[in-house]
Structures are given as C-alpha cells and as structure tokens.
C-alpha cells in the first residue's frame, strides 16, 4: 500500500517539493498523477518528465517546438491551407472553397498571434541554451545525444510546453552546476502547478514553496522551502513527544491509583471511575522517527602522500579534438577535491585518468604502490546485474567470502533483511546507488573517486555520505552538484572549463584550483548567465 487515508490538495503558482526516503513511492506517486489515477479536473494539462525523449533525425530545436501540440498542429494545418489559396481558379476547387480557406487562415493566423507563436524560436532557444546546449547543439538530430542530454531535451520540452500541471522527477541528475543554476532561476518564475521530486536540499530551498513529506503511507504538507520543513517537523516531532510523554504520566498515575484501591470496597466507585476515565483516553503510540542512516566505509591505511599526482597531462582521442590541456592535479590521503564544471568540459575524462583507465597522450599519472582505488559512476545502474539480488550480485562479482560478509557489506550501506534479496531491478534508483557503493568498498579502497555519487539519494542518505567521507581515512575526489555535500565535505574545490577558442582552437579544458571555493565557482556562473541573458 503506498497511501492509506491521505489527501493531496494541490494549488496554481506553488511549487511543491515532493520528499521522503528512497522506497516509500514518490516516483510511484507522481506516476499516478501523470496516468490521473487519483481525482484531478479534467481539463488539467499534466507533464510528467521522468525518461529520457526517443532520439531521431529532428534538430533539437525543432524536437521543443513540437512540444507545443497547439502551434504545432496549428502550422499544419496552415501549410495545408496554404496550396488552396495559391491556385487558380479553375484548376482547382472553387471560390467558395478558397473563400472558407481563407477564413478559416484567418482564424488560425489570430489564435497564433494571441498565443505569440512568432516568439517561440526565441523562447525555446532561451530554455536549451540554460539547460547547456549552445547554438550548434541546437540544430543537431536528437538521435546524435547521450541519454543524459536527450533527458536534458526531455526536460527542456516540458518547459517549454508550459504544461497546468508539470511533475518532475530528480530533474537535476543530469544537469552540472551551470544548467542548475538557471533552471532553479527559471522555476522560481513559474506561474503553474510544480511538483519535483529532489533530493537536492539546496535546489528545495531555492524553488520549493511547500514541502509534501511523504512517510509511513501519508503525506504531511509543511509551508515553505526544505530548510523551513526541517525545522517544522523538527518542533512537530518535539511538540508529539512531549504530548506522549504527558499521555504516559497521566495512564499511569490513574494505573496506579487504580492498582492501589482496586480491592478497597470503601474506595470502589472511585476506582471504577478511574477505570472509564483510563478507557476514555485517546489511545497512544510514539512520534514515528526517520530510522537513522549510517553508512560504514572501510577502514583503510593512511599512505604516505602524494597519492595520486598528475604532471602537465594532456588528453585527447584525436589530434583535432584536444579534451584536456597541461594538468597538474595532486591527491593525497587526506584530500577532500570536488571537480566542477559544465557537462562537456571533461570532467568525466580526468576521473579515468585519475582511475589510469586511460592513458595521457602527454604528461605523467603517478600512483602510489598501495594504491587502491574505489570508484563510484553517475551510471552505476549499467554495472548492476539487475536480475540478481544484491546478496547474489556481491557473491559473484567478488566470490571467496561467508555469506555474513557480503550481509554485513550491503548492511553497512542500509540494505538490510529481506531488501538484500529482492531483485536489483525492483529496488528504487537510491537503493541502487547504495548496492553499487557497497560493491565499490569490497576492495577496502584508499581512494574513493566518485562520479555524481548522490544521484537518487535521499536527503538522509546523503547526510550520512557525507558524514562517512568526512571520516574516511583516504583521500576523496569527487564530481558533484550537489551544493550541500560540496560545502560539508570538499576542502578544495578545481574547475574544468573549457579554453576560449578565440584565443587558442587548439588547446582542451584546463583544470585549476578555486581560491574562494564554491562561491566562486557561482559567482561566476551567475554573471555568465546575465551576460547571456542580456
């Protein structure tokens, strides 16, 4: 059962930041929205953006303008008008044909006026370039993307339809900083119905205006943004304790006083009125708590530093195409790195040559002996035998251990009792995340390299991650949006942007280290996104 006696009230203008732990059905809830298995207005228009849009031979571009099916249908409709006007009598149809043809253009011509069609190249441009995709992006096929940008398109059609109701499912997976930023700018001006489900505290706090909590199969509503939930549901939880508590005392002050006179014949209506009076009571039960997550990375052996230590590396898969330029990036047991920058500039090539799955074309990669590396990918689903369960998928991936072992590894990650042997497939994409971290730290690693590691987890759990790697005896270097673990755990933070091809064509991204940190980084985002927007 995902709900039991619970309502949904939902109104125009507010934003709804659909929370609550992995498992308990946010994505199943928001499917039952998109399908109108529970009760809305007929005439709702409803958006649900949850996979990545079927790639074919349409221009990007032209992929967002067909998701406004009026304009669309519309331009159709007028291209097939067109030809009737453009004939000569007598050669086809008849003037009252081309009469009713024209009135007809007539009215197609003022609908497109009155929904300001000629704008909307402009408009959909707008929404691709802040989502990452600059004008050459724009006129490519959709079949020529990854997944991750065709969900980027996904994404980008929904907005651009500007649905009644639009339901987004972790919309920032996929995106870097940069395209964060603007769609957390472009949200805060939505005039309709959002309901997103995050678990990207600072993205809640910048677009939600209400938070639906979803927990133990109901859904509490808390005005505000996620850091005015936490703080209400916290004085919640508080006020529910101490309302047990004073429950408890009364029970049992009238228990006892029964318990004392119960035999006292002098004493026997009283006790009986006490009786009543305790059976009278509302029943009690303790505040329902989130069980706490804890997660356990190995103990390992701290090494003498550097670790890790890349010397004026240059990379690229072909001569023409230069990737990366001239870095220097140095890791030790104690480093706390995240690398930031725009989908595209290479970020995910410098992790594989931090791993030494690939080779620089010029420069050096320095290991330590010890060395062993933990890595985590943003696509770990695909390592997933999904027809396993994750006892099964640890026994095979790494055989030799009791059967204990492998139950305390995924325990240490929260997969517990009988979660351990479902299916992988039929785990949520955070129970997911969580089994491939506990296959990362089968090999007690030194190192933990993670590519987007908090993707698909909750709030809670990503707490807990970022507890873990604050105490993890190795170094960490890791690839993230997410603000909150970037500001808890990262003691330096480096970029990898692109070199200004009007200066030099030739030359990949180079990676360099921020003074001011994340702040930094955001400033700088914000004034290019103005720059543009002007």
Not at 206 to 235: K, M
Not at 280 to 301: G, H, M, Q, T
Not at 363 to 378: D, E, I, K, P, T
Request: aromatic share 6%; with cysteine.
């Amino acid at each position: 059962v995902l709900l039991e006696g619970a309502n949904l009230t939902i109104s125009f203008g507010r934003r709804y930041g659909l929370i609550g732990r992995n498992g308990f059905g946010k994505t199943t809830l928001l499917r039952a929205l998109a399908r109108r298995d529970l009760h809305l207005p007929a005439g709702l228009r409803i958006l649900h953006v949850e996979q990545e849009m079927a790639g074919d031979s349409t221009p990007a571009l032209e992929s967002v303008l067909l998701a406004d099916t009026e304009r669309a249908a519309l331009l159709a409709e007028l291209s097939r008008l067109q030809p009737i006007q453009t004939v000569p009598n007598g050669l086809q149809g008849t003037q009252d044909n081309e009469d009713r043809s024209g009135d007809k253009m007539a009215q197609i011509y003022a609908r497109l006026t009155a929904i300001e069609a000629d704008k909307a190249p402009a408009r959909a441009a707008v929404i691709l370039c802040g989502l990452g995709f600059d004008p050459e992006m724009q006129k490519r096929p959709t079949k020529e993307f990854s997944g991750g940008w065709r969900m980027r398109l996904s994404l980008a059609q929904a907005l651009f339809a500007n649905p009644d109701l639009l339901l987004l499912d972790e919309p920032t997976n996929m995106l870097d900083m940069r395209a964060l930023i603007w769609l957390e700018g472009y949200l805060q001006n939505c005039s309709n119905i959002l309901i997103i489900v995050s678990h990207d505290r600072s993205f809640l706090n910048a677009v939600a205006t209400d938070i639906i909590h979803l927990t133990a199969r109901h859904l509490d509503f808390y005005r505000g943004n996620y850091d005015a939930f936490e703080q209400a549901r916290a004085d919640r939880l508080l006020a529910q304790q101490r309302e047990y508590e004073a429950q408890k005392a009364e029970r049992e002050h009238i228990q006892q006083f029964i318990d004392k006179f119960r035999y006292n014949a002098k004493r026997a209506s009283l006790v009986q009125s006490r009786i009543k009076q305790l059976e009278r009571l509302p029943p009690i039960s303790l505040p329902e708590k989130d069980l706490k997550i804890v997660i356990r990375l190995p103990v390992c052996d701290k090494l003498s530093s550097p670790v890790l230590r890349l010397d004026e590396v240059d990379f690229h898969y072909t001569p023409d195409k230069p990737i990366l330029h001239k870095v220097d990036l140095s890791v030790s047991s104690d480093s706390r790195i995240c690398i930031v920058g725009e989908n595209g500039a290479g970020k995910s090539t410098l992790l594989r040559l931090l791993l030494g799955t690939l080779e620089p074309t010029a420069g050096l990669r320095h290991a330590h002996r010890s060395l062993r590396v933990g890595y985590f990918s943003q696509h770990h689903v695909d390592q997933l035998d999904l027809r396993l369960n994750s006892l099964e998928f640890l026994m095979r991936k790494f055989p030799g251990q009791t059967e204990q072992v492998y139950r305390s590894q995924l325990a240490g990650f929260n997969i517990t009792d009988m979660l351990a042997l479902q299916p992988i497939g039929s785990l949520s994409g955070g129970q997911k995340s969580r089994v491939a971290f506990a296959a990362m730290c089968m090999s007690n690693p030194n190192l933990l390299i993670l590519d987007e590691p908090t993707n698909h987890l909750d709030v809670e759990t990503i707490a807990a991650l970022a507890i873990a790697l604050n105490t993890f005896q190795g170094g960490v270097v890791l690839v993230s949006h997410d603000e909150r673990l970037i500001e808890t755990v990262c003691k330096e933070v480096w970029v990898c942007t692109r070199m200004d091809k009007s200066v030099d064509s030739h030359q990949g991204s180079r990676v360099y280290a921020l003074t001011e940190g994340l702040p930094q980084y955001k400033k700088a985002v914000l004034m290019e996104l103005a720059e543009a927007a002007r």
